[in-house]
């Protein structure tokens, strides 16, 4: 058994899910800003070139990260619409 000193939980160490929810995609976000700072990701976007696709795929690749995760970033920065 742990008992997580930061959010006073306990758990056994078999619990695939020693977070909640709220905290996972806190900590997603904090990845994310942290992988994909807003700032270089807007200059990359502005200064590539081609089709919505390929300039999606050009700024993952600098970023060495999926298109799918790119995607998102940029949608979540209102740089690209969400496609429902």
Same mark, same amino acid.
């Given at each position: ?25 806190? %900590? ?28 999606? %795929?050009?700024? %993952? ?7 799918? %995760? ?15």
């Amino acid at each position: 058994m742990h008992v997580d000193k930061l959010f006073g939980k306990t758990r056994h160490n078999d619990d695939p899910h020693p977070l909640n929810p709220d905290h996972e995609i806190q %900590a997603n976000r904090g990845a994310i800003k942290l992988l994909m700072p807003q700032f270089p990701v807007e200059q990359m976007w502005d200064e590539s070139k081609g089709t919505q696709e390929e300039r999606v %795929a050009k700024v %993952a690749e600098i970023f060495d990260i999926s298109t799918e %995760a790119m995607t998102i970033r940029l949608e979540t920065m209102g740089i690209l619409k969400r496609i429902t």
